[in-house]
């Protein structure tokens, strides 16, 4: 690997690091606050509509697997790990910037989650559309859910199969598209 490379990917890595660190600490620090704001009760912002609500959750979405907080740690663990490993082997072009920040996304989200389940025994919700009756969700979930919908729109609309040739072990994109 040439010097240039092994540059490019210890800014990929440093970069990653603190990006997931900073998107990790908003997640804990809207949920401290909701926990402290909301004690006394929810707050209406757009009547019939929003509003925030505390909630812990023991479970996930819709209140399944209730008290499987080892299960969804495991789960956890696994899946941040998988998904960093998979963000080092991206090559370092702006093709695959998207790509990159996707998963950086989604660990962020995984990883806010995981440490209120370690911690805390119970992830902290807070977000409510009252008007569909949508689940009470919290800022980590927005991270997993918007950047799985755009991973989704990734693969299936802008990258080919041989963009992907990285997850085969193929040598690396050489270039700066």
């Known amino acids: 690997m ?29 949920k401290y606050a909701a926990a402290k704001t909301l004690a006394n009760g929810p707050i209406e ?10 909630l812990e959750n023991t479970g996930a979405a819709f209140g399944i697997l209730k ?18 490993i998979f963000y080092t082997k991206i090559p370092v072009t702006v093709k695959y910037r998207p790509l ?13 989650n995981l440490i209120d389940r370690i ?12 008007l569909i009756n949508f689940p009470i969700f919290n800022v980590a979930d927005i991270y997993v859910t918007l950047s799985a919908i755009a991973a989704f729109i990734l ?3 802008v990258y080919k199969d041989d963009d992907l040739h990285f997850l085969k072990n193929h040598p690396a994109e050489k270039t700066n598209e």
């Not at 912002?45 to 505390?54: A, T």
């Not at 920040?101 to 806010?112: C, P, Q």
């Open 2 to 30: 040439k010097n240039e490379d092994k540059r490019g990917n210890k800014q990929k890595i440093v970069f990653g690091l603190l990006l997931i660190f900073c998107l990790t600490a908003l997640d804990q620090l809207t």
């Open 45 to 54: 912002l757009i009547p019939g509509v929003f509003r925030l609500e505390y």
């Open 67 to 84: 008290n499987a907080q080892w299960f969804f740690v495991i789960l956890m663990i696994a899946f941040i790990t998988a998904a960093w």
């Open 100 to 112: 990159r920040l996707v998963l950086l996304f989604v660990t962020s989200g995984a990883a806010g």
């Open 119 to 130: 911690f805390l025994h119970h992830v902290r919700d807070f977000l409510y559309f009252s």
């Open 155 to 157: 693969v299936i609309f």
